[in-house]
């Protein structure tokens, strides 16, 4: 079984550019999060998708941050414009809507570095 | 979310068990506990997830106790591959599916 596929693993840009981020869940999987992870930090949610609807998004900058997810499966992540503390690893998780266990599949991540 | 509390680092032998706790004193009755790692330049990783039985699957073995205010990842014998950040997770299995991450605990197992 394929895992979560993200891309590019890694971006460099200038403060002030735009980037985007791309993220194909596990096939079957409804639900997608996206988190942002700091150095020595753990990872935190920005947004949460169940099929192509948001469930939420309180944690996602909305003022440089947007995501969607078209048909329910592909989702994208913007970043427009980006500052130096957006840089970050971005990690994209998939899960099947079930009770239990839930378990999140995570994506290795893009490393994000903004100058 | 409940928070948990986990020691920043410990240190384990190759091949012996490593013990690594985890405080939940808050936590509600209708709360899971779910532990993941997250190994260098990966993403999170599921390990296992309990509510008040203790659990065992081919990775590891939670104990939890019965009070469920805490509990204790086993690795029964450990390997240089288990090396990571293990995170100890609370969180309600429902139509909420959120992981709320905290800093965790760095693992490192020495030869």
């Known amino acids: 079984e394929a895992g979560v596929a993200q891309s590019p693993r890694y971006k460099i840009i200038e403060k002030r550019q735009s980037v985007a981020f791309w993220c194909n869940p596990i096939?079957?999987?409804?639900?997608l999060y996206w988190y942002q992870q700091i150095l020595g930090q753990g990872p935190k949610l920005l947004i949460q998708f169940q099929n192509n609807g948001v469930v939420d998004d309180s944690q996602l900058p909305k003022d440089r941050f947007s995501a969607e997810r078209l048909k329910g499966v592909d989702s994208t992540l913007k970043i427009q414009p980006a500052k130096l503390e957006d840089s970050a690893v971005y990690l994209c998780?998939?899960?099947?809507?079930?009770?239990?266990?839930?378990?999140?599949?995570f994506g290795p991540g893009t490393r994000l570095t903004v100058l | 979310d409940a928070k948990t509390t986990q020691p920043p680092s410990m240190d384990c032998a190759e091949g012996r068990a490593a013990n690594l706790p985890c405080n939940h004193s808050t936590i509600s009755g209708n709360e899971y506990v779910y532990w993941y790692r997250q190994i260098h330049s990966q993403g999170p990783q599921y390990i296992i997830h309990g509510l008040k039985n203790n659990e065992t699957n081919e990775m590891a073995s939670l104990i939890i106790t019965e009070d469920r205010k805490s509990s204790t990842l086993i690795l029964p014998h450990a390997t240089l591959r288990d090396t990571a950040v293990y995170y100890c997770i609370v969180r309600v299995v429902g139509n909420d599916y959120k992981l709320s991450f905290g800093a965790g605990t760095t693992v490192t197992v020495r030869a």
């Open positions: 998780a998939s899960s099947l809507i079930q009770a239990s266990p839930n378990e999140q599949f």
């Open positions: 096939s079957g999987h409804a639900t």
